[in-house]
């Protein structure tokens, strides 16, 4: 694999969300999403479920270098404000700290300078 374009020329679910690749360059990625009237949960505010998708996917294409295929071994997110239907969601990861076939990556979710999520993500190379 040639790193994360190729990886995001391929990824469907992404696309169908209508996520925008804004930056895609090893060790970090930038992401955008529009919050549709079908992202939205019971409570009238976007689904957790999306927005961490759009910060997963931001940390995937931080942490797929080219010629490396490379998952999360692990993910967690903290929720901060609340996204509504509309909202336009950026979604930057950094890579902290790679070793080896292990990395760190944080991911930050905005809704303009409004701190909507912030991921941390841990990754695993597979092969190289």
Do not use: Q, W
């Not at 994360?4 to 999403?33: C, I, N, Q």
């Not at 931001?58 to 239907?85: D, H, K, L, Q, W």
């Not at 076939?101 to 190379?125: H, M, P, Q, W």
């Amino acid at each position: 694999m040639d790193g994360a374009a190729e990886m995001f020329g391929r990824d469907k679910a992404s696309s169908s969300l209508g996520m925008t690749v804004v930056k895609l360059e090893p060790g970090r990625a930038v992401l955008e999403m529009t919050v549709t009237d079908v992202m939205v949960n019971g409570h009238g505010i976007a689904h957790g479920g999306y927005v961490f998708l759009l910060a997963d996917s931001a940390f995937a294409g931080a942490c797929n270098y080219p010629g490396a295929v490379t998952v999360a071994a692990s993910a967690e997110i903290v929720f901060v404000s609340a996204a509504r239907a509309g909202d336009h969601l950026t979604a930057t990861a950094v890579e902290r700290h790679r070793a080896g076939r292990s990395g760190i990556y944080d991911v930050t979710v905005r809704c303009g300078d409004r701190l909507v999520a912030e991921f941390r993500g841990l990754s695993r190379t597979l092969s190289s």
